[in-house]
């Protein structure tokens, strides 16, 4: 019985700070949970239901009535059957700041953050392999057969170096100290899978030269491990500026992104890029720890944009 008791659970975004789609190619990457997420609170309802008022045109109202559901309701109906089959009567309310479907972690947290909340509500434990699985339900339902990294990101927090083998790889990275920043975003134009796709087809045309750009995007993401290690800002920064010029190169820049970009460099950023697929999503400007007149200038020049911190 669960009475009227409330179960809350919460997961926070993800970011991938640098590696992104030379990942694809064998090279190391980093990723990191954001100090910005998701929460849900659970309670006892007579049918499962879904809420979400921040998503969609008016906000989100899911029913488990048996009537056909899409992408969000079948995810939902994913992680109860995964964190807790016989008692699937709860309504279950997500709210946060994380953008949706701008490669932010928002399908993940979502699935983190209801995973925990329903647990909860039963008064259960979960441990990390359950909520991980609960997750990996979910985003199976989004994205058909994803890294893993998302979820993964989500589950555990922190800053994880991910590589992919026949089973993705992660590792904890030691972080010194959190650091500040600013992330801006735009709608996408088009999935991860044409970003990716279409970089192949550039690849293909010209593999030894790609090749060596991913190389030295792979030495990037190593100098960033250590750069994190010693909490040095300001190589960090510069990291992300030369990484932001190989996702220019690689051809999954849109002018929006690069006029973020600019406008959190021409405010003091000490550096700035495009993280996750590109062809739109986010920005990530990194600061010296006032992230004020960076966050104000991209708000100035019509972004959207928030204030958050990684590595915490
Ligand atoms: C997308 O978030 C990251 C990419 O590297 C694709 C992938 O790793 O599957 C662009």
Redesign the pocket.
Known sequence: MTGARLGAGAAPGKI?LLG??A??YGQP?IAAALSIGLGAACEAHPVPRLRIPAWGQSGLDITLDGSRLDAVGRAFAAILAVVDPPSRAVLVTVDGELPLGV?LGSSAAFAVAVARAVADHAGKRLDQAQILAAAAAAERVFHGNP?GLDHTVCTLGGCLLYQRHATPRFTPLAVARPLDAVLAWTPRAGS?RQ??EGLRARHDAAPAQYDRLFEYMGALTRAGEQALAAGDADALGRLFDLAHGCLNACGVSTPTLEAMVHTARSAGALGAKLT??GNGGAVIALTDGDSQPVHAALRTAGFQAAICRIGG
Request: glycine share 16%; aromatic share 0%.
């Open positions: 991938i992104e789609h990942v694809v990457a490669g890294s991860t970003a990716v996750g697929a």
